[in-house]
């Protein structure tokens, strides 16, 4: 069915709102929760998903907690800033903007602790076209804990993101807007490389990209 030109013009920007999702995030302890289990880009059935955001004066809290893991497939030789992405990782993208960003912080994390941390520059808010890495994560103050129960199907990574990395000086992240996504990467030993993925705000297409900017959910510091 198709609609007139000046109809369709007049409902895109009704639908793209709708179609991204929102969260207001409190100061710690409170927390702003969302949760996922919907894979990508077909939106079938997807292990349960749960990350909880709060900020305080110098940096942004997340919780990933991933559910009914099977495999926690890792490849042990990595280290920092490696593919994690290849395996088994929870993620987010990060921008302080409220427009679709060129640019972003990408930060992973696998189920044995190993991290990736990165700026994504990304002109075609579709592909990332450089990659500029955040090689010293402790010394910046960006940690993370990860804590794992394999007999429960569960892993939990409790991160701290410095707000100084946004530009964002301490005690001044109340009232600021944001745009960031959540992803879960599963991967298993018998399929590899073919992985299974899940998103907070669903990115279309396949295969799945999550560097499409404009489906980034609008998050507020309340």
């Keep these: 069915m198709f609609l007139a030109p000046i109809l369709v013009a007049a409902a895109l920007p009704a639908l793209a709102a709708a179609a991204v999702p929102s969260l207001n995030v409190p100061a ?3 927390k702003g929760s969302v949760s996922y289990n919907k894979s990508v880009p077909d939106l079938g059935p997807f292990p349960l998903t749960q990350v909880d955001v709060c900020y305080d004066s ?3 809290h997340i919780t990933f907690t991933a559910h009914n893991e099977t495999n926690f497939f890792v490849n042990p030789n990595f280290t920092t800033n490696d593919p994690i992405y290849e395996y088994t990782a929870m993620e987010t993208f990060i921008s302080r903007t409220t427009n ?3 640019t972003y912080l990408e930060f992973e ?5 190993v991290t990736f941390q990165a700026f994504i520059y990304n002109p075609s808010k579709v592909s990332g076209q450089d990659t500029f890495y955040i090689t010293t994560p402790i010394d910046d ?3 993370a804990t990860t804590t794992v129960d394999k007999p429960a199907g569960l892993w939990v990574s409790a991160v701290r993101i410095p707000l100084g990395l946004f530009n964002v000086d ?3 992240a109340k009232g600021t807007q944001w745009r960031m996504n959540f992803f879960r ?3 298993s030993p018998k399929t590899f490389p073919d992985q299974f993925y899940g998103a907070w705000s669903p990115t279309p297409g396949s295969p799945a990209n ?4 404009a489906e980034l959910g609008h998050i507020t510091f309340v």
């Design 109 to 113: 994390i696998a189920p044995n602790n």
């Design 100 to 102: 679709d960003p060129t």
């Design 58 to 60: 110098t940096a942004i």
């Design 170 to 172: 301490d005690g001044q």
């Design 141 to 143: 103050g960006l940690t």
């Design 210 to 213: 999550f560097h499409q900017t």
């Design 28 to 30: 710690c302890p409170s």
């Design 185 to 187: 990467i599963i991967t």
